[in-house]
């Protein structure tokens, strides 16, 4: 499979972020690319995931229409060929390119932890708690929490690394009434996801959402949305406690670059083909696993 490090398209390029290319396609409407670039510890990878743009595109348009009734979404009725005219142009992005709508995202990054893995369990182990938030002592690795807790963290540019942040700067950054909101909204849209996961053999041990204002002031869930890229997904019939669990996410790739002498700054190492296969074939599990219809 042919991948996709950069797009290259004829319409002004506004933004390259960690792994999507933005562009203007209009005064109240952008084009969205999904590539296959991978970052890991907030560094872009030198070596892409073949097909993984394709595969974040669907399963991110797939968790869209399964939330729209918790939240509202950034997607447009805007077809791509009202954007991309071009027939050659167009097969270039086909999968992987998204027309949405024109907002500012907020300043933060809103994380659901329904498992302490991860930079949470880091912090637990440290504190005794998680962005502020207290947790009962004695808790293992991979271990399911009491109930879900809210944990932001700050939006970095490529290259620097995310901060998490307690609630209170969450605050501080959105305004009382909106760190509610986005505090409320991530925790629905993490219980509705979390449930039909479950009923298909998954857990979602983790997520990230992130969203903008519309013009009223309402929240747009946009971006990605539960994809293996954003969030932690481990087989419920190997879930152990106490260690990290095998996953259909990235966090293949991070316990790798773990194995290695690496300080986590740009510019980061490459990837051996044996790590990119894995990788491909645990991102086409998640999608085939969550999103095929049932028999």
């Given at each position: ?23 203007d ?25 073949p ?9 991110s ?17 805007r ?7 071009d ?11 998204v027309?949405v ?8 990054e809103?994380?659901?932890r ?27 690795e ?6 879900p ?50 009923s ?12 903008a ?47 290695l ?9 490459s990837?051996?083909?044996e ?15 969550l ?5």
């Amino acid at each position: 499979m042919e991948a996709l490090y950069e797009s290259r398209l004829g319409l002004p390029l506004l933004h390259r972020g960690k792994v999507r290319d933005l562009y203007d396609a209009g005064p109240d409407h952008l084009l969205v690319v999904t590539t296959d670039r991978l970052s890991a510890f907030d560094c872009v990878l030198p070596d892409p995931i073949p097909g993984k743009g394709r595969i974040l595109n669907a399963m991110s348009r797939f968790w869209f229409e399964r939330t729209r009734g918790i939240v509202a979404n950034h997607l447009s009725d805007r077809p791509l060929a009202s954007v991309l005219p071009d027939p050659v142009e167009r097969a270039t992005v086909s999968e992987r390119a998204v027309v949405v709508r024109r907002l500012k995202p907020l300043p933060i990054e809103a994380i659901v932890r329904g498992y302490l893995a991860g930079s949470g369990w880091k912090e637990y182990r440290r504190t005794g708690a998680v962005c502020g938030v207290p947790l009962p002592a004695g808790l293992r690795e991979a271990d399911r929490l009491p109930e879900p807790v809210f944990t932001p963290s700050t939006k970095a540019a490529v290259g620097a690394h995310d901060e998490n942040i307690d609630f209170g700067a969450a605050e501080a950054l959105l305004g009382e009434d909106l760190a509610h909101a986005v505090r409320e909204t991530s925790l629905m849209l993490y219980s509705e996801a979390a449930a039909y996961a479950a009923s298909r053999g998954v857990i979602i041990a983790d997520t990230k959402f992130e969203f903008a204002a519309d013009s009223r002031g309402a929240l747009v869930l946009i971006d990605e949305v539960l994809t293996p890229d954003s969030s932690r997904f481990w087989p419920k019939s190997s879930y152990r406690p106490g260690t990290s669990p095998p996953s259909f996410d990235k966090q293949y790739v991070r316990d790798y670059l773990e194995t290695l002498a690496w300080d986590k700054r740009p510019p980061a190492p490459s990837l051996p083909l044996e790590v990119v296969t894995q990788t491909v074939a645990r991102y086409e599990e998640a999608l085939r696993v969550l999103t095929a219809p049932t028999v």
